[in-house]
């Protein structure tokens, strides 16, 4: 048997190899919504304030001249209803 096939099986073998390591990784587009979820948000608003959450929605609040996605929630907590707005990272922002 020749030993020219089984080079060039390897030869190709080693192309394929160098070609799927040179490969430039694709971009992903930027998040245009929160990276956590409303579950998420509302959770950290019950942990942080032991109350109860009236409501959540998606939202979007402006902090320092740019608009910024999260979600604000209403949760009340010892008959008073607070309004505080969780952002993309999970940080609470009160109403003012």
């Keep these: ?3 020219w096939p089984l080079a060039l099986l ?3 073998l080693a192309a394929l190899a ?3 390591q ?3 990784p694709t971009e992903q587009p930027p ?3 929160a990276s956590i979820s409303l579950s998420d ?3 950290i608003v019950r942990q942080t304030y032991g109350g109860r ?3 959540a929605v998606d939202g979007e609040r402006e902090i320092k001249g740019a608009k910024q996605p999260g979600y604000w929630v209403r949760v009340d907590v010892d008959g008073r209803v ?3 707005f969780v952002d993309e990272r999970g940080r609470i922002h009160e109403d003012e």
Excluded: G, P, R, Y
Aim: charged letters at 20%; a positive charge.
């Design 41 to 43: 948000a509302t959770a």
């Design 82 to 84: 607070k309004k505080v």
């Design 31 to 33: 998040a245009s919504k």
């Design 10 to 12: 390897f030869s190709v």
């Design 22 to 24: 040179t490969e430039q």
């Design 53 to 55: 959450v009236v409501s």
């Design 18 to 20: 160098l070609a799927a």
């Design 1 to 3: 048997m020749s030993k």
